[in-house]
Each structure stands twice: as structure tokens, then as C-alpha cells.
């Protein structure tokens, strides 16, 4: 495996040779403002051949986030990325310390090179090999979670395989709302009590650097929806778990022009005072990263991608976008966005 993991020297000298990409920095490393994405798309071979074309052109011209989840077109996303990172790196034509990789767990994968359906995927490997059992599941319509920290380890495991990564620099919980939809507040926040005792020990063995959660509604939705998530309650749950130095250090959820709760909905509480999940996260010292910024595609219908990729790279508490970008002439295009306008700001 790769060793390694993203570090701030290394990331300084990545926008050093890339000064033109307006670099967003963490105490822990540098990422460019937007990351590349790698959710939609079929599970084939021909769209894994331009998945890998579109990583290899983002990482040597100034992208140096990747964003995927285990679950991610199969598996195949993963699996992509790892072999693209593995070139590159063994070529050296880049570096371990300069990349950022964040991945996620808790939604039931399928495995298309196995020719396993989630629900095959679920019964043959999770099932069977006492992963999980029956009574781990959260299920809401077709959706299927899980908190259990044994199936992290598994998941983890998995993933640092498909990425052909000793360290994973961003792990996230995927979507966990579905879990609090089931189990309620009260028992959602003390499993994740022993969820995110497992992850620090990743931490400690260096398997993963830091943790956070990814989401869809969670962070969004009125505190009094069965999606609601406190980000507070997080807080004291991973203090819970580890102190004042614990390892909880990323969100994730939707921001576009049609999902703009994110910075007009005081839904979030922090010391008693109402605020947006952007205010509280940076009171709370997380950092958001962002995704679905043309709304799975339906903003770019009526509107210019550059200038909607502008509007939400450029708003205040938002560390980087996940941008989906399967073919090279995306990656070349919101490259040119953001490019572009810092050209015109300095002007």
C-alpha cells in the first residue's frame, strides 16, 4: 500500500507548482476549492476509463481533492481512484503528502466486480461472515444503515484495498440520518458513542487521519424532523468518546441554489444561540465541505455552471466543493471557473 497521508508541506508544494488555484487551507494540509467527485456515473468499464482519465488530467492541473464512498458505482470508484493514484505516485508524478482522499461507510454496498446487489452483497459477505447481523440494520424504504463499529473496520479495510491507501486522510460516516430515523435521538447519539471510539482507534493506527460525517438531510432539516442531526450533540459525543482532542473534524452536505439552508436556516443551536450549520460549524472548528453544487445537474439546465460553481465556492465556512466530474472536459471547464474568477477579483 501507499504510505503516507496528506500533509501541509506537501500540499504547499502541490499549489506551489499550481500558484494559479486559489488553495483553501487546514491546520493539517492545503485542497483546492473544489474537489472531484465521483458518485454518479454507470458501473462499467467505459466509464471507469473515463473516471481514471478525468483523475489523472485533475490531479496534474491543480485538483488535489478526491471525494468517493465505498459505495460508489459498486465499488468501481474506489477501485478507480486506487488505480490511478498507484500510477501516478509510482511514477512519480506525484506525491503521497500532497493529495487529499476522503472516502465513506454506513450505506450497504454492492460489489459489481463480484456481481453482488447490495442485497447479495448484504446476505453473502456481511451476513454470512457475521460482520453484521440482521439486528444492526436501519432501514428506512430501500435504504439500509448501519453504526455498528465492526462493519467500519470491514469497510475501512476494503476501502484502503480499493484506494491502495495506508491512510485514509478523510473518513466519513455516510449519511447516518437514515440511523437517526430509526433509533430516535437518545439511542442514535450513544451508539455513535462506541462508532466513534472505533475511529479514533483507526486514528491512533493510522489508518485514517481524521473523521466526520457525510450527509444529505441531517445538518439541513428543522430540529424537529426525524433526519435532524445536532452538530453540538456530535461534538459531545466524540468528546464523549475522546476528549477534547478528538478526531471529528469534517461535515459534509448539499449547498446550491436550490438547497441554500446551509447558510439561511438558524436549525443548528450552539450555547444556547440559533444558528445556520455553516456558523456552527466554524464556531465548533469543523470544516464543511460541500456537495451537489448544480443539484445532481438539474441548476445547469437554466443556468451557467461557473458562474452557480462561483456562488458556492466562493461562500464564506465552505473548505471545498464536491463537484462530479467524469469526463475531462468537466474537469477542464470548472478548473477554467474558478481560475477565471480569481483572475477577475484581482483585476
Known amino acids: 500500500m501507499i504510505k503516507g497521508y496528506a500533509d501541509l508541506k506537501g500540499t504547499s508544494e502541490y499549489f506551489s507548482r499550481h500558484c494559479e488555484i486559489p488553495a483553501r487551507k487546514t491546520p493539517w494540509f492545503m485542497v483546492s476549492p473544489i474537489a472531484l467527485g465521483t458518485h454518479l456515473g454507470d458501473m462499467t468499464e467505459a466509464d471507469s476509463i473515463l473516471y481514471r482519465q478525468s483523475l489523472s488530467y485533475a490531479l496534474t492541473h491543480g485538483i488535489n481533492f478526491i471525494d468517493t464512498a465505498i459505495n460508489y458505482r459498486g465499488m468501481k ?159 459531545e459525543t466524540a468528546e464523549r468518546a475522546a476528549g477534547r482532542h478528538h478526531h471529528f473534524k469534517f461535515v459534509q452536505f448539499p449547498f446550491n441554489q436550490n438547497r441554500s439552508e446551509a447558510i439561511r436556516k438558524k436549525n443548528q443551536v450552539v450555547s444556547g444561540v440559533p444558528l445556520t450549520i455553516l456558523k456552527a460549524s466554524d464556531e465548533l472548528g469543523i470544516y464543511v465541505t460541500t456537495s451537489a453544487p448544480f443539484d445532481l445537474g438539474n441548476l445547469i439546465k437554466a443556468r451557467d455552471s461557473s458562474v452557480l460553481l462561483k456562488t458556492v465556492t466562493e461562500t464564506d465556512g465552505i473548505l471545498s466543493v464536491m463537484t462530479g466530474m467524469r469526463h475531462e472536459e468537466n474537469v477542464k471547464a470548472n478548473l477554467g471557473s474558478i481560475t477565471m474568477h480569481r483572475k477577475e477579483d484581482n483585476q
Open 77 to 235: 470508484s474506489e477501485r478507480d481512484i486506487g488505480k490511478v493514484l498507484s500510477e501516478m505516485i509510482s511514477g512519480t508524478r506525484l506525491k503521497r503528502d500532497e493529495i487529499v482522499i476522503s472516502t465513506k461507510a454506513g450505506l450497504i454496498p454492492g460489489d459489481i466486480d463480484a456481481k453482488l446487489v447490495p442485497a447479495e452483497y448484504l446476505k453473502e459477505i456481511l451476513l454470512f461472515n457475521n460482520i453484521i447481523s440482521e439486528t444492526d440494520l436501519n432501514i428506512v424504504e430501500h435504504r439500509k444503515h448501519v453504526l455498528t463499529p465492526s462493519y467500519y473496520q470491514f469497510a475501512m479495510e476494503e476501502s484502503r484495498k480499493h484506494l491502495n491507501l495506508d491512510t485514509i486522510d478523510i473518513y466519513y460516516i455516510h449519511n447516518p440520518e437514515i440511523s437517526m430515523r430509526v433509533l430516535g435521538p437518545q439511542v442514535f447519539y450513544e451508539r455513535l458513542i462506541d462508532l466513534f471510539s472505533y475511529l479514533e482507534q483507526a486514528v491512533l493506527r493510522r489508518k485514517i487521519r481524521f473523521y466526520g460525517i457525510a450527509s444529505w438531510d441531517a445538518f439541513l432539516v428543522s430540529s424537529d424532523h426525524p433526519s435532524y442531526i445536532s452538530l453540538e450533540k456530535i461534538i
